[in-house]
């Protein structure tokens, strides 16, 4: 099992920063790729960003690319995610995710409210 629990959200306006921070417990040797979803009010839980375990290989949304950045520091066995420039439509509930391979979601973590104002 590996646990995952997620830190850095908030409240922000339009055109601000957040970061949020994923932090895995338990089997991390199986922690090969590493992740963020969102899901709005209503809506379905949607892709955002994706890391692999070297890092060096990493995928966004369309609606994210240029504005945030995902990225990892293994001897923490933690995933972070960069938030620039946010919008309102950026409003969510960010979910960071966990699995033993490229995009595999084997672990979730309990989620994370980011709010922004107009």
């Known amino acids: 099992q590996v646990q995952l629990v997620e830190s850095g959200g908030g409240l922000v306006q339009a055109g601000g920063s957040l970061r949020l921070s994923c932090a895995a417990s338990?089997?991390?040797?199986?922690?090969?790729?590493m992740g963020w979803f969102r899901q709005a009010p209503g809506k379905e839980r949607d892709f955002v960003a994706a890391?692999?375990?070297?890092?060096?290989?990493?995928d966004y949304a369309d609606s994210v690319k240029g504005r945030f950045t995902i990225s990892r520091e293994n001897a923490k066995n933690t995933v972070y995610l960069q938030m620039n420039s946010l919008k309102p439509e950026d409003t969510a509930v960010y979910y960071c995710?966990?699995?033993?391979?490229?995009?595999?979601?084997?672990?979730w973590g309990q989620g994370t409210q980011v709010t922004v104002s107009s």
């Open positions: 995710y966990t699995g033993n391979s490229w995009r595999r979601t084997d672990y």
């Open positions: 338990g089997r991390t040797f199986t922690t090969y790729g």
């Open positions: 890391i692999n375990w070297s890092g060096g290989n990493t």
